[in-house]
């Protein structure tokens, strides 16, 4: 069974330009979520998506960022304009309901954003 | 409000040590208890889960942990540390609540020398 893809890898911008990060959560998993850590902070939650609905986005951290999560498979995270602060590691994971109540979440590589 | 803290932000041991790595929490509710790992390139990998039940949790790659709730603990143990071991540990809760967002601890980076 494929794990959590990221795509890309890594990206590096200009500040004031456009990002848009990939999600593929494991096949069936209606539960996605996005975290984020920046340099040498702790790894802190975004939002939660099941299925296509946002289940809670309170970690989100300005209008700059959008996830979308049409048709409930992958997501996407973009961020408009970019800032020198959006810079870090953006993880995506992914959870089938069916593990309740053991809420094991299950974590891509992560894209590794630079903006210059 | 959740919170966890890792005491120390690099650990080193060398290769047959005990590693021990630490992580305590607060929470209102009963919480539950994670540690994960990242090796160089990859992704966060589960290393072993407290929900309910038996305190002390075995996981992969002979990792133990016990949840000493009088302690708000949830320290990381292994007797005998391997080559392969060398990653970065994470420690996390969150409510027990189905669905509910990690809430994790700054890190803590495993180096261990031959």
């Known amino acids: 069974e494929a794990g959590v893809t990221q795509f890309p890898s890594h990206s590096v911008i200009e500040k004031g330009q456009t990002v848009t990060l990939r999600c593929d959560p494991i096949?069936?998993?209606?539960?996605l979520y996005w975290y984020r850590r920046v340099m040498g902070k702790e790894i802190k939650f975004l939002l939660h998506?099941?299925?296509?609905?946002?289940?809670?986005e309170s970690g989100m951290p300005n209008n700059r960022f959008l996830a979308e999560r049409t048709g409930g498979t992958y997501s996407t995270l973009k961020v408009q304009p970019a800032e020198l602060e959006d810079s870090g590691v953006y993880f995506c994971?992914?959870?089938?309901?069916?593990?309740?109540?053991?809420?094991?979440?299950?974590f891509g590589p992560g894209t590794r954003l630079t903006v210059l | 409000a959740q919170s966890v803290t890792q005491l120390g932000s690099h650990v080193s041991v060398s290769e047959g040590a005990l590693v021990l790595l630490r992580c305590n929490y607060s929470?209102?509710?009963?919480?539950?208890l994670f540690w994960y790992v990242q090796y160089p390139n990859q992704g966060l990998q589960l290393l072993l889960k407290?929900?309910?039940?038996?305190?002390l949790v075995k996981g992969i790659n002979g990792f133990e942990a016990e949840f000493k709730k009088s302690e708000t603990s949830f320290h990381l143990t292994k007797p005998s540390a391997h080559m392969s071991d060398a990653a970065e540990y994470f420690c996390?809760?969150?409510?027990?609540?189905?669905?509910?967002?990690?809430?994790f601890g700054k890190g803590t980076t495993l180096s261990v020398s031959s």
């Open positions: 994971a992914s959870r089938s309901l069916e593990q309740v109540p053991y809420n094991e979440q299950f």
């Open positions: 096949s069936g998993h209606d539960n």
């Open positions: 998506f099941v299925k296509e609905s946002k289940q809670d």
């Open positions: 929470s209102s509710v009963p919480p539950y």
């Open positions: 407290y929900t309910t039940g038996a305190t």
């Open positions: 996390a809760v969150t409510p027990n609540q189905a669905g509910t967002a990690l809430i």
